[in-house]
């Protein structure tokens, strides 16, 4: 099924009826401030299993990510120093995953491993859906094979073509950007990792000289550079 949504002025019964959807264990795919991704209530353990099985993926050996509202709500399920704070505060929400220890908060198909993925894409949409459900929205990146073209992972018409029977719902957010990808379940591409105070930095963009741009911002506005 495709919903389409706008970046403001949605009918309040289309949100409620994604909101429902996730409550009810359901799955869906929507947009980001990348390409598009596929997700489900972050702390229902079955919808999460589904999309794992979706993708081929063991939750023992990959870290999990989810969505969360606002900074005030990634307290709830990680674990955020002073410092950690101020470096999301400044690049959230944006193409980043911040990739932190977990909290007990979260089911224990995330506690398999110790960090968990926090994400704040700068898109409007899946923001107001994370706002309306009041808990963390699990994510991942699309299933996507080498040779595929990518649009079936940017056009909504396109994935709702090759996944609309396999999910409950896809948003049409419009055409979706090629840009980084997040860092999500069952894969390794970009991420922050905030190990003590040490900084690594995981991505691995398909465009390099984009990819430097996000990486001498981000020393900049940690004072590395």
């Not at 003590?196 to 590395?224: A, D, H, K, M």
């Amino acid at each position: 099924m495709l919903l389409k949504l706008y970046e403001k002025n949605n009918n309040p019964a289309d949100l409620q009826q994604v909101v429902d959807l996730l409550n009810d264990g359901g799955i869906l795919i929507y947009p980001t401030d990348t390409m598009y991704a596929i997700g489900c209530h972050g702390l229902k353990e079955r919808a999460i299993e589904r999309i794992c099985r979706l993708k081929n993926i063991d939750p023992k050996k990959n870290n999990l990510s989810i969505i969360c509202y606002d900074l005030s709500k990634v307290s709830e399920y990680a674990k955020v120093d002073n410092s950690t704070f101020k470096l999301m505060k400044r690049n959230l929400p944006g193409a980043f995953t911040f990739i932190l220890n977990g909290t007990t908060r979260l089911p224990k198909i995330f506690r398999n491993r110790k960090e968990v993925g926090i994400r704040m894409p700068d898109n409007s949409i899946i923001q107001e859906i994370a706002r309306l459900l009041d808990a963390p929205i699990m994510t991942t990146t699309l299933p996507h094979d080498d040779n595929e073209d990518i649009e079936y992972c940017t056009d909504p018409e396109l994935i709702d073509e090759k996944f609309g029977d396999i999910v409950d719902l896809v948003i049409d957010g419009g055409i979706g950007g090629t840009g980084l990808h997040q860092w999500g379940a069952g894969n390794h591409t970009p991420g922050v990792r905030l190990a003590g105070r040490r900084i690594n930095i995981e991505f691995r963009p398909q465009f390099p000289n984009l990819f430097n741009f996000f990486y001498v911002s981000l020393l900049r506005n940690t004072g590395t550079l």
